[in-house]
């Protein structure tokens, strides 16, 4: 792609309006340092030096979408705690309508903590109860999308297996967002195969594809990845499953292969310079995968871009976002 090209599918990111659906958290990072081992059992003890808080889940693809430059607003559900209210004001704080959020008073707001020492995490542990939505909920969530359907451009559906989205709901929601002929995407989960269905994009990692495939997983065994049989198998099979427009299914360290119907798998290398967390790298993916196709990127074109922003994020410690001026130079660098 050349330079002149990204940067005019990168001006259109600020005219994009994007509607993220789907499990929203926050994530908690606790950073420290490692000094002895405990006198009371075999462990670490990590000396906490910073405490910080960010937008986790479908809350992340949104916070990755506005870093990205444009308008966002996110439906979920919190709990009627101070975890909730302090994931709505870090939205609010960068600039994403909340006005999809609804407060569930039986469930927490899943909150997810990392303690992080010398940029290795040693430990996550998770607050949540993951239920289904109750009738009302439910009707709750589908005249929030009705009314904010409207106007967007695209629409990404972010299951984490934590209640929010059944088949029952994301069928409705699948086909309104059909027949108002919006970009859609979604990002599946591994403990909650959901049935998507003649989505623009849909984007598991590896494990997630074969799962979704009902088929074994089975390892990369070289770096072939066209050459990947049992990843080629899965591939296809999804494209008969889902009938997506576009299957990306992201594999780490070598990087992205892109399935569309009738075309030939395309492979693009991981272009990560540094790995220090994988936490929401699927997330930039998944945002800025959308943003691109809904600014006018080819499939190519978007799953190179998202391919990029993946390695900008997994140099950074936690959850992180990636701006179209980092997108600039992680091209610039490849060129070099």
Request: aromatic content about 4%; hydrophobic content about 40%; overall charge positive.
């Amino acid at each position: 792609m050349t330079s002149k090209r990204l940067r005019e599918i990168l001006s259109r990111f600020p005219h994009q309006r994007i509607l993220v659906v789907g499990d929203v958290m926050l994530d908690r990072l606790l950073k420290g340092k490692v000094f002895r081992i405990s006198p009371e059992a075999p462990v670490p003890v990590v000396e906490i030096t910073k405490e910080s808080s960010f937008p986790g889940g479908a809350a992340n693809v949104a916070r990755n979408l506005r870093a990205l430059g444009s308008s966002v607003s996110v439906l979920g559900v919190l709990g009627d705690d101070d975890a909730g209210a302090e994931l709505r004001d870090l939205l609010e704080q960068q600039g994403i309508d909340t006005n999809g959020l609804i407060v569930d008073p039986n469930r927490p707001t899943t909150v997810k903590t990392r303690i992080v020492a010398h940029n290795q995490q040693m430990v996550r542990f998770d607050r949540e109860k993951c239920l289904e939505l109750s009738p009302a909920l439910e009707r709750k969530v589908l005249e929030c999308f009705e009314s904010h359907l409207e106007g967007f451009s695209a629409v990404v559906f972010e299951d984490y297996a934590k209640g929010v989205l059944s088949q029952r709901l994301l069928n409705i929601l699948q086909r309104r967002a059909h027949q108002t002929r919006k970009t859609t995407a979604a990002d599946p989960n591994s403990r909650h195969r959901l049935r998507y269905s003649g989505l623009t994009a849909v984007t598991p990692n590896r494990a997630e594809a074969f799962a979704a495939a009902g088929l074994p997983y089975v390892e990369p065994v070289n770096k072939d990845v066209l050459g990947d049989e049992a990843l080629l198998r899965v591939g296809q099979k999804l494209l008969r499953t889902w009938k997506p427009r576009n299957l990306l299914i992201t594999l780490g360290e070598h990087g992205v292969c892109l399935f569309r119907p009738g075309k030939k798998p395309h492979h693009i290398p991981t272009v990560a310079q540094e790995v220090f967390d994988v936490s929401g790298a699927g997330d930039t993916v998944i945002a800025t995968l959308v943003l691109a196709l809904a600014a006018g990127a080819g499939p190519i074109e978007a799953a190179e871009i998202s391919n990029h922003a993946a390695g900008v994020v997994v140099g950074k410690v936690g959850t992180a976002t990636c701006s179209p001026g980092e997108l600039v130079e992680s091209f610039a660098r490849k060129r070099r």
